[in-house]
């Protein structure tokens, strides 16, 4: 048995598929048509698409709680239609606010950091210049220019863990000269 206009719906009903092909090729136009007039400012193909096939994809689920006949299936299905589009364009926009947000926070917080980094660099190299010329040195070639403990040590004429013990002192000096500025 096929699908027709008389027994339609109660083949949806029960679940057969050539009247889920009936709908289609009879009511398409008006889910289109509706969901287009909701959708269609977002000049969004696929999001339109993508509604039109959750909303057959609501009736097929939903068949069972439609009581009623032809004229009402049409509003059923118009009104379906209709949410489906609503929250489809809803969802979009409240997607688009919160990526304007996230692009709005990432500005702010930017220039913020920027900020409070240039700070912090000058506050840094304050409180190197304090440190002996040796160890100012030793920390300018390790930290800033990226030197190895070996070549500083070459390049100074001092040994490896002469170095590498002066890292670990100036560190704790610079630590607590940090920690002083701050409660200042």
């Known amino acids: 048995m096929?699908?027709?206009?008389?027994?339609?719906?109660?083949?949806?009903?029960?679940?057969?598929?050539?009247?889920?092909?009936?709908?289609?090729?009879?009511?398409?136009?008006?889910?289109?048509?509706?969901?287009?007039?909701?959708?269609?400012?977002?000049?969004?193909?696929?999001?339109?698409?993508?509604?039109?096939?959750?909303?057959?994809?609501?009736?097929?689920?939903?068949?069972?709680?439609f009581h009623g006949d032809d004229s009402e299936f049409k509003k059923w299905l118009y009104i379906i239609s209709k949410f489906k589009a609503i929250d489809y364009y809803r969802s979009r926009v409240k997607k688009a606010e919160e990526v304007l947000e996230t692009i709005e926070v990432v500005d702010k917080s930017s220039v913020e950091d920027d900020l409070i980094t240039i700070e912090n660099r000058n506050e840094v190299i304050e409180i190197i210049n304090s440190l002996e010329k040796i160890d100012r040195d030793i920390f300018i070639l390790k930290f800033f220019l990226g030197y190895k403990s070996e070549d500083i040590a070459i390049k100074l004429n001092i040994t490896k863990a002469s170095v590498d013990n002066r890292i670990y002192r100036g560190k704790r000096k610079l630590k607590e000269k940090a920690l002083n500025l701050e409660v200042i």
């Open 2 to 65: 096929k699908s027709d206009e008389k027994n339609y719906i109660q083949r949806l009903k029960n679940g057969k598929e050539d009247a889920l092909d009936y709908i289609v090729d009879n009511y398409l136009i008006l889910i289109k048509g509706t969901i287009y007039k909701v959708l269609g400012p977002l000049k969004d193909e696929g999001l339109i698409e993508e509604c039109i096939n959750d909303v057959f994809l609501s009736v097929w689920r939903n068949a069972n709680k």
